[in-house]
Structure formats: structure tokens, C-alpha cells
């Protein structure tokens, strides 16, 4: 995966492995301790508050343990070739790698069985590197280390002989603690167990042989590794020299071109490989059984979400291998996707602060033997997913979307692994005890005790297939490959050898089989989800230099419309999932792929929904959320089989080097000492050994192959390096090689700098989503984007505080690292509050009207805040309790000021974080402070919108207009406050008061309040200004504008009216300029308008016909807007109808034009009197019309009009003459009468009357436009709030 410039033939790029490594003791240097194993113990002490010095008491790898148990550095002893070019050989990494633990020491009495284990190097440009690692036990020999382990022991035994006399309950040894401390023979057990004789016991130290390679051979590289330890072991000496093996495989063995096999020679006996063809899904050999046993399908289901919505996953087992095979068998399945973020499967123990990241990671730690979860100490868990593999156990994150169709994907997924015999609940026998185990066939290759390494070996393969009835046929493949498989010590006991032979090989192809078909099915899920994601990639950029220079400007993929094509059930994880690095990465790949080659995941998966699209090309698959299952696993399998069977090259064998007498001399048990002069270059001529392979022409065609094949690989490095430019790139990889202070600090700074961007994009994205859509909307409806959509980028910034709340923390406390923060906060305060009653936070928010009545103030006060949610007995966990803070200040608009006051609180940010913690980097905080503020400028209703059954209280007050009436009512006044969730139903106001408080369940946005009295008393007419309301908990008030008398002979005659409200904009908004402010919400018809209606003033000047008709068409023109927009993105209805530019106040105009509203005997005229006369009329005349038809629709249309009004007339209400004008229009725009309506009122008698002469009702033309506007709104499904027509029954 790693190619630069243009290799030439032959070249190195194309070979099988890059490096032989071999890892293990310095006899020179000694006995050295780990230094990073105490750097560990440092940043231990450092995790927990202590000082270093008492460390080792509370560390891993303490040196209160037994030598034996101990850590001691480990050396790179050797590895071939000394450098490559394009893959320079980090000898840091490598032998942290290979050896995680540094050395460790057995003696005759432990189990000494070897172990694999396999690595990965990631590069900074995300190429990667994989090593595969057999760990073995040599005897040792210096005399002189010998003597310093008896030496060590002497010392150790004295002082835990001190620390028993001293205290009957000291930290003994793991071992140790499992006895009983008290006893007085602990010592004495301790010294059994954990001894060390030079005179009588043999001791024996680890080493480890390891081949680096470009690609995951894994199966491949195992097999090559054991025979090479068998070599060393065996009695006999091998057939040629080790290093003939060793030069074959680094200078002879090609890497197998794409779509073919490949045979080439270990020690003992040929070794097969494949690669995938370059329309086939890339290459994988981890088994992926191994890792459905382990964790179980529903589990891994579970993990795989979390990964592809970029949580951070921490995978945690005694077991290298099973770390990496889980690792790579998820990264696998994501396929046609790739993981951006740091990714370290073996995280070795020096590196344990980088679980401190802030950032999304997928790493695997090696849990210590008999070390509990709960011992654990993470920095962070709110956003973690923890994978504890030996023990079959997940912990998930608290809220996260489910996988799109989970059920029916996890029963397909169910149905393949049970054609292969396995399982979906997982195999439980990887985590049984020892003692289960013994009576396995493997018995040997049991937990090692010392280690705490299981080998991969499945343990129940052999069981298996033991007696099969398959086993003829595998003898003919067996020969029909040529393969033959002699014993192996380490895996296969003697009595089984000929069938553990064949059952080797069949399992191998089962398990070919079973990774491809596993790997189909998921594939063919995104296939399904994302056939149609090329409609929605935004091809902005003419060039790629343009493209690459705007990259964070631009706007690639058009997620609105993705999401409102998709079906509703999809929508809580796609929506996420869209704002992740690695389908942001997926689209950047795809807008470069017109100007470069295509990468290679994206090439195949483009060519797959190709495919499907031929299938489907006479029914085109709807976007519906029906399950379509995967239909290529047969054809995927036979083509893994067939390359198997009908191996395409074969590399030439080992031979003889040219090597110096007397040396390769071989001693069993003991890796020889390698001949480096002969490993150090390949071969300058291969064509002396073409013959032994295949013909030069078949040579050629190869190395065309691989070159090819390099060239797709540079195209990867060369997409990597642009990924890196490109945007939102955090810390991709830990440097293994460094590990000072400087280098851990300058980590950290990135980790800082990483976050701050992206909280700048965040809150630039929030902005830009919110305002985008408002500034379309130009302020008719109501601005909102997808409440599906805010949610995820409200999700995701919730995300983005805990992990920088959690960055740098001294001691954890909780899951929620930022809640615990705010209770240590709330508790200082709550403390200073009882000893002195001060002020708490500023920024009050007066609301004040003309008439000098106000609310009260709202105090601002983060403490308060925080009790609000703590009274939510809905909310159960931490983690919950500070995403709804989050939510509600973000609402109130406080976000930034309370995290600035919360941090202002310099003490307790000193004792809860550490020095390079990004809330301690003084100028990031004010930067960060300053994106959040910004968010101010947008109004978020993300608390109301999500907590909808929670108690809220309001508290609302009615402010008369004191000039021109009595300030307070004789009458019983009452009031109804509704919202979009519910109403608070009839509630009587106390009398003389103005002001009143009430709770009831959550409201959401308040649209509406019915106002009205009983009109007893002396003072019963009452002229209202307005209502305010005010939501307690976010602060929100809603302003009711009303300008209108309530009481019987005065105005309208209504005792009842219904007012429409809007949102008041809190001060705090108006000093970031008016200009950056949300466009209004519609507000209720202005008090001059009602009043120039009711002739109560007749100062404004009335519009003329043009702009009365203009009213008409943008009020029509916003409803028919609001029903074009999805559904979750249409604002309040009764505000197009009732509102200020609302349908009703348009046509209120065009009944007003022309109306001869003069008094008549003091008496006022309204539009109501005169649809009432025409009801009259229409009550008693016989209409005559041109045709029968056209009479029996005007009669019908007059039947329903007349039912309508005295239903209005006849309701159980008070509602004056305007108001029920305004009740007739709402429903006939509802029932769509209104376009029948008018033209029967144009032509009833009573209009000549009423009406002056040029007056718009009197005019056909108009009248007839009029109409056609009218029957657009024919089309909608218009539902009224109940609050408009309540107790109107048509």
C-alpha cells in the first residue's frame, strides 16, 4: 500500500515483504528495565494524582513485582535490508510493535508455547505497513544475566519479606493477591511460585522473528513463520540455510498481481496466497469468524455503527492477536468506506495517554490478567464505545442511532455464518477458563498464564471437522494443489496429524469463503443505501487546484436533498453518518476521481451500483426502506475457490546463497546467528531462475501486472497526501518512535489545535445551515432547518464539548466530563451563596412595552440553569444531564457566557486539569469562546423541540393601553395559552392582577393565545395592547399583539379574541447587529392595522388596488411555499393564515376596498354585516343561472356558505364581528370553498349596496384573478389549530 516514484521492473515495491526483522536481548547491554514501561508508571502516577516515586505501587508493570514478571527492554538484533526508500524502517515502532511488553522471562516450569501476533503501521499520508510476529522462548545462555535475575530475586524476596513484616496487607504480586494476605505463609508461596535458581532452574527469554510486508497476508506470512520456527527446533537441520528462506521471501517472492494466486516455498512445504481482482473488494485476511465468535453478531453490529458514526472505540483483551483481528475484520467491513482517524489496534503501554485524545479513535489495549473493567480509568466514556473481547461485553455510548434495517440485516448476516457452522450469538469457549479447556485437543495452546497471550489457533478446529465426511474430497484438492502438510509442533498433537493436515486446508478456503460472503453483505448494504449518492455530489470546482484551494468553503454534497429522498426510518442514522470524516473523505475521493485515477474502494463500489442499476433498469427501485438482500455470495466465493485451486505463478524456490564457510551453522533450539552480507541486497539478476517458475513471457506479463498495480497504490499515497490538505484532519497517527516530553506535548498541542478547528467548523456549519435556509426564506414562514439535521449538528457540537472537557483531565470523575465540572462549580458557588448572598451573572433581559408595564427579569444564572435539569426526573444519566444543558443555554443564547463564567473559576480549572489541557490554553479558550458566541446570532429551539414532556413554567401578563381605557377590568378575565405541542386550556386570571404564573406539560413554540371575559361588572370594556408570555426555563417570550377592545357595544362587540404571537429577540442578540439576527417569525395583524379597520383612528393611508392584490398573491404564495417544503421543515400554519401578511388580513383588504364603513346613526359597519346580508339573501331568493349545472353548483356553493356562517354565528362563543370573518376564511381555505365563495358575494345584490362603485369586489376582472389565486391552495391538506374555530361545528 505504499509506492512512490516509478519503480522499475523488478522493483521492490512489488515484493512480497519488505522486511525480515528479528527482535529480542542485548546480551551486551544486559538487563536494561523498559523505559517506556516506567514512563507508563509515570503517566500512571500522573492519571491518578500521585507522585512518581509512588508509582510503582499503583502501576501495570510495578517493580513490586517478581522479576519474572517484570518488563526489560527488548532490541531490534537484526532485519533485512537495512533501509528501503519508500518504506524507511522505523526501528523505534518496530520493536515496540513486536514486542509490546519488552522482554519476558520463563523458566522450565512455565509454559513456553510461541504466539503470533500481527501489527499495523500507519504513516502520517495514512498509508499503512503490516507486521506479522512469532514470539518464541530461547534458553539463555550469558551467565552473566543469568546471575542478574538470581540477584534481582535476592533483592526482591528481602523486601517483600519486609513489607509481610510490616503490614499484614501489602500489595503483593498478581499472584500473590489471590492467596490469602494475611496468611503467614504468603511468603513462602510466593517464593514457590516465583522463583529463580541459577543452580537448579534453566532460564529462558523471549524472541521474536517478524516479516513486514506492504499488504495483510496474514495467513500467508503465519505459515511462512512457523516453518521457520519448526526449522530452528526441529532435530534435524533444515535443508538449505535459513537465510536461503529468508533472502526468497524479502528478493524472490512477488506480491501476486490482483485476481490471481500464488505459490511460493517455506522450509517444509509450499505456501499459497491470493489477491482480489480489481472488481472484487480488497483484501483482508483476517479471519473474520474469529471475530464474530468473539464478540457475537449482535454485538458487532453494535461496535460496527459506532464506528461508522466516528465514535471512539476502545477494543480491550489479554490477546495481541484477537485486538488486531477485531480491528481489521471492523475496518474491513466498511468497505466502500475508510477510517480517518487515529488507529492503533496494539496501543504498547507507553502510549497510554493517547486514550486522553480528544479526537475519534480505534485502539486496542491489552488488559492485564485478573485487571477488571471497572479498575479502568478512562478520561472519557461519554462518547466511548468500550469492546471487552475476551469477556464477550460492550459498553455503548447513550445515545446513538441504530443501523438502518438492523433486524433483517443482522438475520441475512445470521444465515451465512450458520452455513458455516458458527454461531451468531458468538462462541463462548474464547473466554472460557483454563480449566474447561484441558479437554480440548489443543490443550497445549491454553491461556498462557505468564503472557496473558491466547494463540489465534481456533480452538475448536479441529473438533470440528474431526471424522468429516468431506474428507476424500480434501485429499483431492489437497493433491490436486500440490500442497502437503507435515506436522507441526506447535498447533497440531501427533495422533492427529493426517487429519489436522486436511482440515488446516479446508478450513483455510471455509474461511476465505466466509470472509468474502460476510464482507458481500455488508458491502452490498451501502450498495443499497447509496445507489443514488452521485445525483447529490455538488461539482463546484473547474479544476482540482481550485478545488483543493476553496476545499473548506465548499459545499460538496447536498445533504438536504440526500436525506428528504430517503426513507424515514434511515433517516436518524444517514443524517449522522453524512457528517462524518470518512463520508466526507468518500466525496472528496469521488470529486477528484474527474481529474485523477479513481481510488480503488471507490472504482469498485461505483462499479457495483453500476450493476444494479442494469438490473433494475425496468423498474426503477423506489426509495423505499423494503430489505433487499445480497445476491452475488455465491459468485464472490467460487472466485476465491477457483484461485485456490489453479494456483496463476509460482516464485522460485529457495536455493543456495553465496555464502561463507562455516557460517548458517545450526544448533537446535537457538535461532542462528544470520549471514547479514547475503541478506542485505536481492538478487541483480532473476532470469536465471525464471525457468524455475514459469516462462520469461509470463514473467513479463507479472511485473506489468505489479506495475500497474503500483501505480493504483501511488494513486492511494497521492489521495492520502490530498486528504491531508484536505479538511477537518485531525491527528491521524501516534508516532511510536519518539516518546519525550517534548514530542507528548507537541501531540497534545495538536490534539488543541485540532479541536479548536473543529469547533470553528462546527459552529460555522450550525450557522451556515441556519441561515442559508432563513436568508432563502427572506422571513416568510418561519426559518428552520430540518429538525432531523440541527439535531445531529447539535449532536455532534455536544460531542465536541465532551471531548474537550475531557481533554487533559487529572482525575476522572463520572462519564460526563463537563457535568462533573459543572457540579464541582455548582457546589463552590452554591457555598460563597450561603455565605454571602451575591448577585449571580449578569446579562439581564428587561421586556418592556409602551405602556411601562413589564415581566419581570429573567435572571441569567448558569447555577440556575443547571437546577432546571437537575429537577427533569426524565434525564437519568450524567452524560444526559449535560447534553440538555448544552441544549438549553444554546437556546437561551448563553452557551458561550456560561462556559466563559464557568471557566472564569481559575482554581477549579487548575485542580481538575493538567497544564497542556485545552481548557488551560488561555488563547484556544477565547477563541472557542468566541465561535460558540456566535452561534447567538441564530435562534435555536433545540431543548423545547426535544424535552416535550416535561412540566415548563410560564408566566404571562396583559398589558392594556391605559390612554384610551381602564387599566383593569370589573369583568372575570381569562386566558388559553397554545403552542405547537398542546394548549394550557382555560384559565381564569385573578382579578385586578395582570400578571399570573402557570405550569403545564412543555408547549413548544407558542402560536397563539384566546383572550376574553365574561363582561360582568361596570368596567367590563377593556382595551389590550398585548399578551406577553414567557417560558421560565429557556426564556423565551412570546408577544401577543392585540390593540383591540374586548366587551359587548364597543368595537366588534367581542368578548374573546384570538391573537397570534411572535418572538421576541432577547437583547443579547441585538449587540451582534441587527444584521446577523434570524428574520422575524410572522407576527399577528399590528395594532394600527386592527385599529384603522374598526375606524377607531383614520390616520395611516389605506393601500391601494395594486398593492391589495399583491397581498393577496404573496399570501397565497406563502402557503403554497410552506407545503413544499418536507415536513419537518414547515413552519406555523396559523401564521400564513392569521398572521401580520397573513391570507386572512389580505383578504380583509379586498373586502375593506370600497366598503362604505361610515357611520350610520353612530353605529360601526364590518365586513361581517355584509356576508351576513348576503346570507339573508341567499336564504331567500331562488338563484337563476345560465345552465342547470352551473345552478346546481351555485346552489350547492350557497347551501354550504349560509351552513358555514350560522354555524360561526351560532358557536358557544364571544367572538366579535372580525373575528369570525377570520373564523370563515380559515375554513373555507380548510374545506377549499373560498375560490366558490367570492364569486357568489361579487354578484349577490347586497354587494351594490355596501359597495362603492370602483370597489376591487365590484370589478370581474379582479374578482376572476382573484378566484384563480384562490384555487391553488385546492391541492393542500390544510389542518387549522384547534385554538382558531374551537366550538364551531360545520
Not at 478520561?379 to 434495517?405: G, M, R, S, T, Y
Amino acid at each position: 500500500m505504499s509506492g512512490s516514484g516509478n519503480p522499475g521492473p523488478g522493483a521492490a515495491p512489488c515484493r512480497f515483504a519488505h522486511y525480515f526483522v528479528l527482535c529480542g536481548i542485548d546480551a551486551e547491554s544486559g538487563l536494561e528495565p523498559d523505559e517506556l514501561a516506567v514512563l507508563y508508571q509515570y503517566l500512571q502516577a500522573d492519571l491518578h494524582g500521585k507522585s512518581s516515586d509512588t508509582a510503582d505501587k499503583t502501576s501495570g508493570e510495578n517493580f513490586d513485582q517478581s522479576p519474572l514478571r517484570r518488563t526489560f527492554k527488548s532490541k531490534v538484533l537484526a532485519h533485512y535490508p537495512q533501509n528501503i526508500e519508500w518504506n524507511p524502517f522505523d526501528q523505534d515502532a518496530v520493536n515496540m510493535l513486536c514486542m509490546p511488553k519488552g522482554l519476558s522471562f520463563r523458566t522450565q516450569a512455565d509454559n513456553r508455547d510461541p504466539q503470533l501476533h500481527s501489527f499495523i503501521i500507519t504513516r502520517e499520508d495514512g498509508s499503512r505497513t503490516y507486521g506479522f510476529v512469532l514470539t518464541f522462548y530461547e534458553e539463555v545462555t550469558s551467565k552473566q544475566i543469568c546471575t542478574a535475575m538470581q540477584t534481582l530475586y535476592q533483592m526482591h524476596n528481602a523486601e517483600q519479606y519486609s513489607s509481610v513484616c510490616a503490614s499484614s496487607s501489602c500489595s503483593m504480586d498478581s499472584l500473590a493477591s489471590s492467596i490469602d494476605e494475611g496468611d503467614a505463609t504468603s511468603l513462602a508461596k510466593l517464593q514457590r511460585y516465583n522463583s529463580y535458581d541459577i543452580s537448579r532452574d534453566t532460564l529462558y527469554v523471549s524472541k521474536c522473528i517478524c516479516l513486514i510486508t506492504p499488504l495483510p497476508f496474514m495467513q500467508a506470512c503465519k505459515k511462512f513463520l512457523i516453518q521457520l520456527y519448526k526449522a530452528v527446533t526441529s532435530q534435524q537441520p533444515p535443508p538449505l540455510p535459513l537465510e536461503s528462506y529468508i533472502h526468497n521471501i524479502l528478493y524472490e517472492v512477488p506480491l501476486p498481481p490482483p485476481g490471481r494466486s500464488l505459490k511460493f516455498y517455506g522450509v517444509y512445504e509450499p505456501i499459497i496466497c491470493q489477491r482480489p481482482g480489481p472488481n472484487e473488494l480488497p483484501l483482508s485476511d483476517y479471519p473474520l469468524r474469529e471475530v464474530f465468535e468473539l464478540l457475537g453478531l449482535e454485538n458487532l453490529v453494535q461496535v460496527f455503527t459506532c464506528v461508522l458514526l466516528e465514535m471512539q472505540i476502545l477494543l480491550y483483551s489479554q490477546d495481541y492477536q484477537r485486538l488486531m483481528t477485531v480491528a481489521e475484520g471492523i475496518t474491513t467491513l466498511l468497505f466502500p468506506f475508510q477510517w480517518q482517524h487515529v488507529y492503533v489496534p496494539i496501543l504498547p503501554a507507553s502510549l497510554l495517554h493517547f486514550l486522553d485524545a480528544p479526537v475519534p479513535y480505534l485502539m486496542g489495549l491489552q488488559s492485564k490478567e485478573g485487571t477488571d473493567r471497572s479498575k479502568l480509568e478512562l478520561p472519557q466514556e461519554a462518547n466511548l464505545c468500550f469492546v471487552d473481547i475476551d469477556n464477550h461485553f460492550i459498553e455503548l455510548p447513550e445515545e446513538f442511532p441504530q443501523f438502518p434495517n438492523k433486524l433483517e440485516f443482522i438475520q441475512e448476516i445470521s444465515e451465512v455464518l450458520l452455513q458455516f457452522g458458527i454461531p451468531p450469538e458468538g462462541n463462548l469457549h474464547c473466554s472460557d477458563s483454563a480449566t474447561k479447556l484441558k479437554n480440548l485437543v489443543l490443550s497445549d495452546l491454553v491461556n498462557d498464564k505468564k503472557n496473558g497471550n491466547i494463540p489465534s489457533n481456533a480452538l475448536n478446529m479441529y473438533e470440528l471437522l474431526k471424522g468429516n465426511e468431506t474428507i476424500a474430497r480434501l485429499q483431492a484438492l489437497a493433491k490436486r494443489t500440490g500442497v502437503t502438510m507435515e506436522k507441526m509442533t506447535i498447533t497440531t498433537p501427533l495422533t492427529e496429524e493426517k487429519d489436522g493436515k486436511l482440515s488446516c486446508e479446508e478450513l483455510e478456503l471455509r474461511d476465505y469463503k466466509l470472509n468474502v460472503q460476510l464482507r458481500e453483505v455488508f458491502a452490498n448494504r451501502f450498495t443499497q443505501m447509496f445507489a443514488d449518492y452521485e445525483a447529490f455530489v455538488i461539482q463546484a470546482a473547474p479544476d482540482m487546484e481550485s478545488w483543493l484551494t476553496n476545499r473548506e468553503q465548499m459545499q460538496n454534497f447536498d445533504k438536504a436533498s440526500f436525506l428528504s429522498d430517503q426513507p424515514e426510518p434511515y433517516l436518524p442514522f444517514l443524517s449522522h453518518f453524512i457528517e462524518t470524516q470518512m463520508f466526507a473523505t468518500f466525496i472528496d475521493n469521488k470529486i477528484m476521481s474527474q481529474w485523477e485515477e479513481k481510488d480503488p474502494f471507490l472504482r469498485v463500489f461505483d462499479s457495483r451500483i453500476e450493476k444494479i442499476r442494469l438490473y433494475n433498469v425496468r423498474a426503477p427501485a423506489l426509495r423505499t426502506s423494503n430489505y433487499q438482500k445480497c445476491s452475488t455470495l455465491k459468485e464472490a466465493a467460487q472466485s476465491i475457490e477457483q484461485r485456490l485451486m489453479k494456483i496463476d505463478h509460482t516464485a522460485i524456490h529457495p536455493h543456495l546463497l553465496d555464502m561463507k564457510i562455516g557460517q548458517g551453522k545450526y544448533e537446535q533450539g537457538f535461532f542462528p546467528k544470520l549471514q547479514s552480507d547475503v541478506l542485505a541486497t536481492g538478487p541483480t539478476n532473476n532470469n536465471r531462475w525464471a525457468s524455475r517458475s514459469t516462462t520469461t513471457q509470463r514473467r513479463k506479463d507479472r511485473l506489468r501486472q505489479h506495475s500497474e498495480h503500483i501505480g493504483l497504490d501511488n494513486d492511494m499515497r497521492e489521495k492520502y497526501m490530498q486528504e491531508a490538505r484536505s479538511l477537518g484532519k485531525n491527528l491521524r497517527q501516534p508516532k511510536l518512535s519518539d516518546l519525550s516530553p517534548a514530542v507528548i506535548a507537541q501531540t497534545n498541542w495538536k490534539f488543541v489545535e485540532g479541536l479548536l478547528k473543529e469547533c470553528r467548523m462546527k459552529t460555522k456549519r450550525m450557522l451556515v445551515e441556519k441561515m442559508g435556509h432563513e436568508a432563502v426564506e427572506l422571513g416568510h414562514g418561519e426559518a428552520n432547518i430540518t429538525g432531523l439535521e440541527e439535531n445531529t449538528l447539535i449532536a455532534s457540537l455536544c460531542d465536541l464539548l465532551e471531548r474537550i472537557w475531557s481533554h487533559g483531565l487529572q482525575v476522572k470523575q463520572g462519564k460526563s466530563a463537563l457535568w462533573s465540572h459543572l457540579l464541582q462549580y455548582q457546589e463552590r458557588e452554591e457555598k460563597q451563596e450561603h455565605s454571602a448572598e451575591s448577585p449571580v451573572g449578569g446579562g439581564t433581559e428587561r421586556r418592556k412595552s409602551d405602556t411601562g408595564i413589564t415581566l419581570p427579569t429573567l435572571r441569567v444564572s448558569l447555577i440556575q440553569d443547571m437546577r432546571h435539569i437537575q429537577n427533569m426526573s426524565e434525564i437519568k444519566t450524567d452524560v444526559g444531564r449535560a447534553r440538555a444543558w448544552i441544549r438549553l443555554s444554546l437556546e437561551k443564547k448563553l452557551l458561550s457566557q456560561h462556559l466563559k463564567q464557568l471557566l472564569s473559576n481559575q482554581a477549579l480549572a487548575k485542580k481538575l486539569y493538567k497544564r497542556y489541557a485545552f481548557l488551560r490554553c488561555e488563547e484556544e479558550r477565547e477563541q472557542f469562546l468566541y465561535h460558540l458566541l456566535s452561534l447567538n446570532a441564530v435562534d435555536y429551539f433545540c431543548f423545547t423541540s426535544v424535552f416535550t414532556t416535561i412540566m415548563i413554567p410560564y408566566r404571562s401578563v396583559i398589558i392594556p393601553i391605559k390612554k384610551l381605557s381602564n387599566a383593569i377590568t370589573t369583568s372575570n378575565p381569562w386566558i388559553c395559552v397554545s403552542g405547537e405541542l398542546g394548549d394550557s386550556g382555560v384559565m381564569q386570571i385573578p382579578k385586578n392582577h395582570l400578571e399570573m404564573t402557570f405550569e403545564c406539560q412543555n408547549l413548544g413554540k407558542l402560536t397563539t393565545v384566546q383572550i376574553g371575559h365574561d363582561n360582568s361588572g361596570l368596567l367590563a370594556k377593556w382595551l389590550v395592547d398585548c399578551v406577553m408570555v414567557r417560558n421560565e426555563i429557556t426564556g423565551h417570550t412570546y408577544k401577543f399583539p392585540c390593540g383591540r377592545w374586548l366587551g359587548k357595544g364597543v368595537d366588534d362587540g367581542s368578548l374573546e379574541r384570538i391573537l397570534i404571537g411572535e418572538l421576541v429577540s432577547s437583547t443579547s442578540d441585538e449587540e451582534l447587529g441587527k444584521q446577523c439576527r434570524t428574520p422575524p417569525q410572522q407576527k399577528s395583524p399590528t395594532v394600527t392595522r386592527r385599529l384603522s379597520i374598526t375606524s377607531l383612528t383614520g390616520r395611516n393611508t389605506k393601500p391601494n388596488a395594486g398593492q391589495i392584490q399583491e397581498g393577496i398573491g404573496e399570501a397565497v404564495n406563502n402557503i403554497v411555499k410552506h407545503f413544499h417544503k418536507p415536513e419537518k421543515e414547515r413552519g406555523s400554519l396559523t401564521i400564513l393564515l392569521c398572521g401580520e401578511n397573513g391570507l386572512v388580513a389580505a383578504l380583509e383588504q379586498v373586502f375593506h376596498h370600497g366598503f362604505k364603513s361610515a357611520r350610520i346613526f353612530h353605529k360601526n359597519v364590518f365586513i361581517w354585516d355584509f356576508i351576513e346580508k348576503a346570507v339573508a339573501y341567499f336564504e331567500t331568493s331562488d338563484q337563476i343561472g345560465d345552465n342547470e349545472e352551473a345552478l346546481l353548483l351555485q346552489r350547492s356553493s350557497c347551501k354550504t356558505f349560509c351552513h358555514y356562517v350560522n354555524a360561526i354565528n351560532t358557536a358557544p362563543r364571544n367572538i366579535g364581528k372580525d373575528g369570525k370573518f377570520q373564523i370563515l376564511v380559515c375554513l373555507g381555505t380548510r374545506d377549499h370553498f373560498l375560490s366558490q365563495w367570492i364569486p357568489l358575494l361579487a354578484e349577490c345584490p347586497p354587494i351594490t349596496r355596501m359597495y362603492e362603485e370602483n370597489a376591487l369586489l365590484r370589478d370581474r376582472m379582479t374578482v376572476n384573478s382573484l378566484i384563480r389565486v384562490l384555487q391553488t391552495l385546492q391541492d393542500f391538506n390544510i389542518i387549522l389549530e384547534g385554538s382558531l374555530i374551537k366550538g364551531v361545528d360545520v
